[in-house]
């Protein structure tokens, strides 16, 4: 693709990146084949040929525009069109750059800027998070069934053990996970023990930035990154990992070293990056010494995108899963995004709604016994609307 951006915006560091993977487009349009809100809305700027036409139009011209930021509000961030692409484009880069640069020139609406303003200030702060769904947890039956996984099932409270000297497994607690899915962690930390590994948490590990990083929110993002990656590096011995059982958070740790790239906090990224294993790359050598939980149940298993597409790992949960023993069911269009994406639930409900249908319509076409996800995002949203059982894979495995 042929590009004439501004000397200015040429001369950042963010500039020369976007014109590199602008001109590594070759406008195929393989992307859209595989993009999940061009397969419902069926619009060219609501797929990934679209939006990297609008954003070159924003660059070159310098100005905000309007109409580029509903489509690019409206992308996921699935990053399928990247596993599609036979150019190697690096879209979710581009798209970073994108909402990065247009976010300071917007006017949003009122109710726009408070969704976003709450969503900062409470679901990466597990306490907070944690005062408000306390209370009104004994309320959960009593609630619709699409908003029950909002609320907790149980407390959030951890049973793990904090890391010390002897550590040599860091497990991330996820700020949501740890009070909407605290079995998850449980159960990890139960295995790595049951294996004799020496695993803890870090107790003021934090956010790791990644819905900042959604919402185009740089500076609050970087800050974020930036203190976890610094409280994480701390923990960390010589020769240990750093082990993620939400892809959503582990595809966004694994990737400090760019994000944190000629920061103060540079050397701590680049060396969590490199440690950091999804808990499903980390288990896979110990497969022979797993076994099922519930054997006699049959699966179907939803890949989240952060793992596939953001990871490359799309069938690591799939060799665990059947190495024990389960029957896996299977599921059509497994590339496709379920439509959490984060807080895209919150900001695009519609869609994400539309998709989630979709999604439960593959997962269910063979009547499984219990759907399983590698990411709390996933698995609330799916839960909330799904009659067949949606739990971490992780509760599957002893």
Known sequence: MRTQLPEAFLATSQGQRANEILRACVHCGFCNATCPTYQV??????????????????????????????????????????????????????????????????????????????????????????????????????????????????????VASSADDSTSVILLQGCVQRQLTPATNERLLNICQRLGLRAGFVADEGCCGGLALHLAEETHAQERMAATASALNEALPDDGVIVSSASGCGVTVKDYGRLLAGTVAAEDGARVAEATLDVA??????????????????LAVQTPCTLQHGQKLPDVVTQILEAVGYELVSVSDPHLCCGSAGVYSVLQPKISSELAERKLAALNSEQPDVIVSANVGCQTHLAGRSKTPVKHWLELIE
């Not at 509000?73 to 990053?79: E, V």
């Not at 900062?120 to 699409?146: E, K, S, Y």
Request: some cysteine; glycine content about 6%; overall charge positive.
């Open 41 to 158: 809305l069926g619009d060219e700027r609501d797929g990934p040929r679209g939006r990297i036409y609008l954003m070159k139009e924003m660059f070159e011209s310098g100005e905000p525009n309007l109409i580029a930021s509903d489509h690019l509000d409206r992308c996921l961030t699935c990053r399928a069109c990247e596993t599609t692409c036979p150019s190697g484009v690096d879209y979710g880069e581009l798209l970073e750059i994108g909402r990065a640069t247009l976010e300071p020139k917007l006017q949003r609406s009122l109710m726009e800027r408070m969704k976003r303003f709450f969503m900062l200030r409470l679901l990466p702060h597990p306490h907070r998070l944690a005062r408000i769904t306390a209370p009104v947890r004994w309320l959960r039956p009593l609630l619709p069934r699409r908003l029950r996984p909002l609320l907790p099932i149980a407390s959030g409270k951890s």
């Open 281 to 298: 790359e980390f288990l896979l050598p110990y497969a022979d010494q797993l076994t099922a939980s519930q054997p006699q149940l049959r």
